[in-house]
């Protein structure tokens, strides 16, 4: 504590409690295969080409992952973990990558056990001949999920997209098409096909600098550096078919140069929609990843409400930072983001058994796929609204309204109204005891509903209108001879229980009306019973 002799302003530094989390990188490519030279018993970070020459002896004729680290740092990336995999015979097989019994030598996929983090799987061909097989693919998806990191698939030398897909589908996986037609430096630089993993993880690191990790690495800023074309070239119909499957494709741009023209990941329809672009998922993933690493000062803290608004500072000043660089959608943080770590988030049984759980939802910015564009001469009306509804037509929406009545569908609804109900809750306490209590549900209301509808002149609304109202009809009618019914059934009971001459004089003088009323039914067991 200082001290002051003085008259005079002070200024003392206060420590504010919170803790700040720092954003992890997010553009490390791990490369896993064979090269000529170097240590195999851990991965090793190098951060350029020349680099990687000196640690694992540069290119070789039949070792395609050094041309892939070639493009990478080519294509802008920055950092490279290399794996390298030595071949139990000849050449690299897809066995001293993801056989089973390799995952507790920690070899072969599994040697990036030994690695603390990587953002970008690349797993080049095994050999110029030979194209990684579906076992691996699919064991270094999985592997990467867990790991919280990110595939680059590779297609097969024969593969075209009218096949089936060789890999299993995932959100933390993009695969790209065609390859790539560049010189080959060991064979007089005559054009060769490589495959497009080294280019397209350098695009990513490219991008993630330069605009963020929600940016999709793909458009015109996408370029791809240090090649001279394509294997095939692709038209704009088979652009769209290879979106559809969620298969980027690579382009030439009628300008020249080529670009990366996807960001659709491997996801399934039955995963959460917005996880199906490329810069959404790894957005997920940098967040994932940066809120772990930067919450373990929490690990043994006391659990209490103290802990829990340090926690919800640092993660909602971590969070606002992104919002405020782009990274969400929404005008607002509240639109953008939420962080909760409350009594509401975790049960006292949770914070018995050492559970501290915090609540974080995120609105993540989507790319642009579809950009509609509409040209048109002016007029008197030079609003925008009124072009596009005379020249353009824009879907707005997947969804349409249905409304039906009773299995009777109306035609022409625009709008439905109401729909609400309110339930009055009553809370009791037994004896006045606070943990005792216990609601009772009351009445319920519900509101009007009201339906709109155009006025049009339709055959399909006038035959919904008549199907109700002969269904109102028959339901007045059914109701009256139902009342009918107990009202006779109630009558017979009296007489059987009055019997005796009474009940001889009114029998007979039911008889004496049943004469003029032979149809009598209902009606005529009304009058008599009304005779009493």
């Known amino acids: 504590m200082p001290e002051y002799l003085a008259p005079g302003v002070y200024v003392e530094e206060v420590p504010t409690g919170a803790h700040a989390i720092t954003g992890v990188p997010t553009a490390t490519a791990a490369f896993l295969g064979a090269t000529p030279s170097g240590p195999t018993n851990a991965p090793v970070l190098v951060h350029s080409f020349a680099e990687y020459q000196t640690q694992f002896g540069g290119l070789s004729a039949d070792m395609p992952l050094g041309y892939a680290v070639a493009h990478y740092f080519a294509n802008g990336g920055r950092e490279a973990l290399i794996a390298r995999v030595m071949p139990n015979g000849a050449a690299l097989t897809d066995a001293d990558l993801s056989s089973p019994g390799l995952e507790s030598q ?4 599994w040697l990036l056990d030994h690695a603390a983090r990587f953002d970008i799987l690349c797993i ?3 050999s110029g001949t030979t194209d990684v097989g579906r076992a691996t693919w699919d064991a270094a998806i999985a592997y990467s999920t867990a790991r919280r990191a990110f595939v680059i698939v590779d297609p097969p030398a024969a593969w075209t997209p009218s096949q089936a897909l060789f890999v299993n589908r995932s959100p933390n996986a993009a695969l790209y098409y065609p390859r790539l037609q560049a010189p080959h430096p060991l064979h007089g630089n005559q054009l060769a096909s490589f495959a497009p993993c080294g280019v397209v993880a350098g695009i990513y690191a490219r991008t993630d600098a330069a605009r963020g990790v929600w940016k999709a690495p793909a458009g015109t800023e996408a370029t791809i550096l ?3 074309g394509l294997s095939a070239a692709l038209s704009e119909a088979e652009l769209a078919m290879l979106n559809d499957i969620g298969v980027n494709g690579l382009r030439a741009l009628p300008g020249g140069g080529h670009v990366v023209w996807g960001a659709r990941t491997l996801a399934t329809t039955a995963t959460w929609e917005p996880s199906k672009y490329v810069p959404v998922q790894r957005l997920m993933l940098f967040i994932e990843a940066s809120l772990i690493g930067g919450l373990q000062w929490a690990v043994f803290e006391p659990n209490g409400e103290p802990l829990w608004a340090q926690i919800r ?6 969070l606002h930072g992104l919002f405020l660089q782009g990274a969400f959608a929404g005008n607002r943080p509240a639109d953008a983001y939420f962080v909760r770590c409350d009594a509401t988030t975790m049960t006292q049984n949770d914070i018995d058994n ?7 939802g995120v609105a993540p910015v989507r790319p642009a796929e579809f950009v509609i564009i509409g040209i048109g001469q002016g007029s008197n009306d030079p609003s925008p609204t009124s072009f596009l509804t005379r020249h353009y037509s824009i879907r707005l929406g997947r969804y349409t309204l249905g409304i039906a009545w009773d299995g009777h569908p109306i035609a022409g609804v625009i709008r439905v109204r109401g729909l609400g109900q309110l339930t009055e809750l009553t809370t009791v306490h037994d004896g006045g005891e606070p943990n005792s209590a216990h609601v009772i549900v009351g009445p319920t209301k519900l509101e009007p509903v009201t339906i709109e509808r155009g006025i049009t002149d339709d055959n399909a609304f006038e035959a919904w209108a008549q199907a109700m109202l002969r269904n109102r009809r028959s339901r007045a009618a059914q109701g009256c001879a139902d009342r009918a019914a107990r009202w006779l059934a109630r009558a017979h009971g009296r007489l059987a229980a009055e019997g005796g001459a009474a009940g001889e004089i009114r029998g007979a003088r039911s008889r004496g009306r049943q004469q003029r009323h032979r149809d009598g039914g ?5 009058r008599g019973t009304g005779a009493r």
């Open 354 to 360: 050492g559970r501290l759980i915090v609540a974080v």
């Open 226 to 228: 240090g090649i001279q």
């Open 124 to 126: 080049p061909p095994l």
């Open 313 to 318: 500072r640092s993660v909602t000043d971590f």
């Open 522 to 526: 209902a009606h005529a067991g009304l």
């Open 106 to 109: 920690h070899r072969g996929l």
